[in-house]
């Protein structure tokens, strides 16, 4: 089962699991790439690390798919985008949180907030995500019906 697969506001365990293990895949990813460009002085620091991003970046997305859930349940407005903006600032409270910085997390809050809540909106406008759109299969179809009838 997919993400979108079932209706906004439903099936939240489901959502969060599917949203904690693409984090926690993009956690793994990073890790590796900071553990290369950032040689550690030892395997346990390099151990230390990757588990610190993988666990931030799974926790960051437990908190983005559950808030984002429970927020479309309590408005009871499960296709509203505002409901990804709370979603993804919740995640960046807790990254706040974790730095202990005010301005990381206002930062992180707004940023994430808003990048979901866009994708939600362009989703939701085209069906599709924050891809550019196919200008081509819109040019044919205009073109024929101007030039189907000649």
């Known amino acids: 089962?997919?993400?979108w697969d079932s209706p906004e506001g439903?099936?939240?365990v489901q959502k969060t699991w599917i949203t904690?293990?693409?984090?926690?895949?993009?956690?793994?990813?990073?890790?590796?790439?900071?553990i290369v460009a950032f040689q550690p002085d030892s395997a346990l620091v390099a151990i230390?690390?990757?588990?610190?991003?993988?666990?931030?970046m799974a926790s960051v997305g437990a908190i983005f798919g559950m808030a984002t859930?429970?927020?479309?349940?309590?408005?009871?407005?499960?296709d509203d985008?505002?409901?990804?903006?709370?979603?993804?600032?919740?995640?960046?409270i807790f990254l706040?949180?974790?730095?202990?910085?005010?301005?990381?997390?206002?930062?992180?809050?707004?940023g994430l907030g808003t990048?979901?809540?866009?994708?939600?909106?362009?989703?939701?406008?085209?069906?599709?995500?924050l891809e550019p759109p196919n200008y081509e299969e819109k040019q044919s179809s205009v073109d024929c019906k101007f030039n189907c009838l000649l």
């Open 20 to 34: 904690t293990k693409v984090a926690t895949a993009l956690g793994l990813v990073g890790s590796a790439y900071h």
């Open 115 to 129: 990048l979901a809540f866009s994708q939600k909106s362009a989703r939701r406008r085209d069906g599709g995500s």
């Open 48 to 56: 230390q690390r990757a588990t610190n991003a993988t666990v931030t």
């Open 81 to 92: 985008p505002l409901n990804y903006f709370i979603g993804g600032c919740a995640s960046g």
């Open 69 to 78: 859930c429970l927020s479309a349940q309590a408005r009871e407005a499960p």
């Open 96 to 110: 706040g949180a974790k730095t202990h910085s005010a301005i990381t997390g206002t930062s992180a809050c707004l």
């Open 10 to 12: 439903t099936d939240c």
């Open 1 to 3: 089962m997919g993400y």
